[in-house]
């Protein structure tokens, strides 16, 4: 990339490139200046020029053979000087002049009188002219140099590297200084966001459209009223007052009511013993957040977590360039996706973290590229990420290195996809894992400066289990005491023998951790569960229950803020159970030797309808993480999620 200041009268000259017939310059730039120079070259005598220049923001293409009237091509907009980066491609084709800017407006003209040849052999010249280049014929432009940043050239499919210039006169290599105009936009942007479409966008939902539903303290619920409306009339105010609403209410949907109006009791509606009440656990009920990265959004806290957007910014058909940056700490997910809507996609474009390598692959119909990073980015730090599109040529980019480049094969080059296009995740519905090497998980971690072209994208259409990006987060799931659970293997028989493990850090020293049951009128159950802080593990084969409890040193030892380790085991009528170290084992009712259980695993809390004698209905407040069951390890993300749960995302404070 090359920059020109104001008054620099600059300009980097490129070794010749002989115009003749055809003729194709791809380039980038950005200004804040509507008129000046982008690139001419011209024969020796300068008969004959080719010049892209800015003409009061319209983008001008101009050929002059010398002979005929000079053959000028101009855009209909006139905004292209608004500081945003802009996409040409211009190209002559005998007597045709075509330009396509941002992959969105296209005009083209022929001249039928003018030659189909131009020879030239001065320079490629970018930003600017020397003195000895004179003409007084239109494809020389009035403002002979330009203002603002070329880059990502490249003339006939050859990449033009600035850096081996020889004469590159007020030329500055440094980042580009121009920045966008506040408040100016293109009119190919997509129309602004109604009042109705801008919906805070963090949903702990009980379903796709649903949200936490608050209940009032047991004394006064004024406080979160006033709350409720001020965040209202905020709203109204202004984008930044909007910023400072959905904050609000990202707080009051999470935290739900300050615990100063929360009447102490032994338990709430939920069967919850409150923090600072009578249990005196380390960690508040409701957890803490923070937005840490106030642009960044935090995906991946269930399995339907995604962001959809209708419109897109600029066109991605032939040539494209997104960019975004990423932090996460997982080995797969989804962050960009998009196909031809058909029941198995062909056409498509897709980014994905697979084994920590960053994949991005495209098929325009004859065959995809796949674009993969041969180092892992799953390190928790923020990266940039750049995934280019030219015709059938892929490139990946990583904090700005040229990491792997791929070629679709065949021949077409023209992607036929359609909206909407996926963010963070997909729609569960959609069958994509074909072109995504299996990968189907949302993106675990957090997102930020989405962009095509080098142009931001409006607001979503639909935002499902997105949140502000927080530093108080680890993996995990996280259960919140409104109430809900996870539920993992649809038919899962418990048999004579089982083994699991699982960590869990509570908020509360009561609640249900594990549990299977029957749905035959049978008595047939395992559970793990907090009874007032005891670690308590039991089973019923059907001839009686086997059960057995480990006592921590305090009845809050068990909520102390820590990650506590449990290691349950069923051997036939035998119960052993490890906490911590802490170890007890007891031998239960002989005869029956199998649990016959056929329905799923419960996590967090058992669901409406299904009841288990001695195992008491109450939520479990808290992370869990790392779940075995024999020599398998659970995923949560993958389980069916119902009520106020987050399955890939655990909070910290």
Not at 6 to 12: A, I, T
Not at 546 to 565: M, R, Y
Request: glycine fraction near 8%; hydrophobic fraction near 35%; charged fraction near 15%.
């Amino acid at each position: 990339m090359v920059s020109f200041g104001e008054g620099s009268d600059g300009y980097l000259a490129m070794p010749a490139v002989n115009v003749e017939s055809s003729f194709q310059i791809t380039l980038k730039f950005k200004t804040v200046t509507p008129n000046g120079l982008l690139f001419l070259t011209a024969s020796e005598d300068n008969s004959q020029i080719l010049s892209l220049s800015m003409q009061d923001g319209k983008l001008v293409l101009a050929s002059d053979d010398g002979r005929t009237p000079v053959s000028v091509l101009s855009t209909d907009l006139s905004g292209y000087w608004n500081g945003d980066w802009h996409y040409i491609s211009a190209s002559k084709q005998n007597s045709k002049l075509r330009l396509m800017i941002d992959d969105f407006e296209i005009v083209q003209t022929m001249n039928e009188r003018s030659s189909d040849s131009l020879q030239t052999t001065k320079p490629l010249y970018f930003g600017g002219i020397p003195d000895s280049v004179t003409s007084s014929r239109l494809a020389l432009p009035v403002t002979r140099h330009f203002v603002g940043c070329i880059g990502d050239v490249v003339v006939n499919e050859v990449v033009q590297n600035f850096a081996i210039s020889q004469e590159k006169a007020g030329a500055s290599f440094a980042s580009c200084p121009v920045a966008a105009i506040p408040g100016q936009v293109l009119p190919i942007l997509p129309p602004q966001p109604t009042q109705s479409s801008q919906q805070p966008f963090w949903q702990p939902v009980t379903s796709l459209s649903g949200s936490v539903t608050l209940k009032p303290a047991k004394t006064t619920a004024t406080a979160a009223t006033v709350t409720l409306e001020a965040t209202k009339a905020t709203a109204a105010t202004s984008a930044t007052s909007a910023t400072e609403a959905t904050s609000a209410t990202l707080l009051l949907a999470v935290q739900s009511l300050p615990t100063t109006q929360t009447t102490l009791s032994d338990t709430d509606e939920n069967g919850v013993t409150p923090s600072g009440g009578v249990d005196r656990c380390s960690l508040p009920l409701h957890p803490e957040t923070d937005a840490g990265h106030s642009n960044a959004l935090q995906f991946g806290s269930r399995p339907e977590s995604r962001q959809e957007f209708t419109s897109a910014p600029a066109s991605y058909m032939d040539k494209s360039e997104f960019t975004l940056e990423f932090k996460t700490n997982a080995t797969n997910g989804i962050i960009l996706y998009v196909d031809d809507q058909k029941a198995s996609p062909i056409d498509f474009i897709a980014i994905y973290i697979k084994a920590g390598q960053v994949v991005y692959s495209f098929n325009p119909g004859s065959g995809p590229a796949v674009v993969r990073s041969p180092g892992r980015y799953n390190d928790g730090q923020w990266h940039t990420l750049t995934a280019a599109k030219r015709h059938r040529n892929g490139q990946l980019l990583i904090d700005g290195v040229e990491v792997a480049t791929a070629d679709s094969p065949g021949t077409t080059e023209i992607l036929n996809t359609k909206v909407p296009l996926y963010f963070g995740g997909v729609n569960g519905n959609r069958n994509i894992v074909k072109n995504t090497e299996g990968v189907s998980l949302p993106f675990n971690g957090c997102l930020r400066n989405l962009r095509l072209n080098g142009i931001a994208f409006s607001d979503p259409a639909n935002t499902v289990a997105v949140g502000p990006c927080s530093e108080k987060v680890e993996a995990g799931a996280f259960f919140f005491a409104e109430g809900g659970h996870i539920s993992l293997r649809d038919k899962f028989v418990v048999g004579q023998t089982l083994e699991l493990a699982i960590d869990i850090r509570p908020r509360s020293n009561n609640g249900l951790i594990l549990a299977v049951a029957t749905s035959r009128k049978r008595r047939d159950f395992l559970a793990l569960q907090l009874l007032d802080g005891v670690v308590h593990f039991s089973f019923d084969n059907g001839g009686g229950i086997t059960e057995i409890n480990v006592t921590l040193p305090s009845p809050f030892s068990i909520c102390d803020g820590g990650w506590h380790s449990i290691k349950a085991v069923k051997n036939l009528f035998v119960a052993s159970l490890n906490v911590d170290g802490e170890i007890a084992a007891k031998v239960g009712p002989r005869g029956q030797s199998a649990a016959d259980t056929d329905l799923p695993i419960y996590l967090g809390s058992l669901p409406e309808g299904i009841d288990i004698k001695t195992v008491p209905k109450t939520q479990f407040v808290g992370c869990m993480r790392n779940l075995r069951i024999g020599d398998l390890a659970e995923n949560f993300a993958t389980g069916k999620v119902s009520g106020n749960v987050l399955s890939n995302s655990c909070h910290i404070a």
